[in-house]
């Protein structure tokens, strides 16, 4: 099992900066790719950005040039998220989604609790 837990969530004006972090704890063997993803109220869980295990990061596009994704250690376990020129409409819960592989040929996915992104105008 994978516990996911995030922090760095709060209320910044826009064109402000926040970074948020999201730690694997548990029994695996290892974190193919960690996501984060958000959800605005009333709409769907969407992703965001995602690195893997070998450093390879992807946005999409509304967040290329704002947002920057990276391991902090070198076993992709704990992750950053770097929120920069946040504008009102990134205002969100963001989730950490772990994809982990718990022993050869079986591999789950696990999220986090959330943590709320607020920016205001």
């Known amino acids: 099992q994978v516990q996911l837990v995030e922090s760095g969530g709060g209320l910044v004006q826009a064109g402000g900066s926040l970074r948020l972090s999201c730690a694997a704890s548990g029994t695996f063997n290892s974190i193919n790719i960690m996501y984060w993803y958000r959800q605005a109220p009333g709409r769907q869980r969407d992703l965001v950005a995602a690195?893997?295990?070998?450093?390879?990061?992807?946005y999409v596009d509304d967040v290329q040039g704002r947002f920057t994704i990276s391991s902090v250690n070198a076993k992709n376990t704990v992750v950053a998220l770097q929120m920069n020129s946040l504008k009102p409409e990134d205002t969100a819960v963001y989730y950490c989604?772990?994809?982990?592989?718990?022993?050869?040929?079986?591999?789950?996915?696990?999220w986090g609790q959330g943590t709320q992104v607020t920016v205001s105008s």
């Open positions: 690195i893997t295990s070998g450093g390879r990061a992807n």
């Open positions: 989604k772990a994809n982990a592989r718990l022993r050869i040929g079986e591999v789950y996915d696990y």
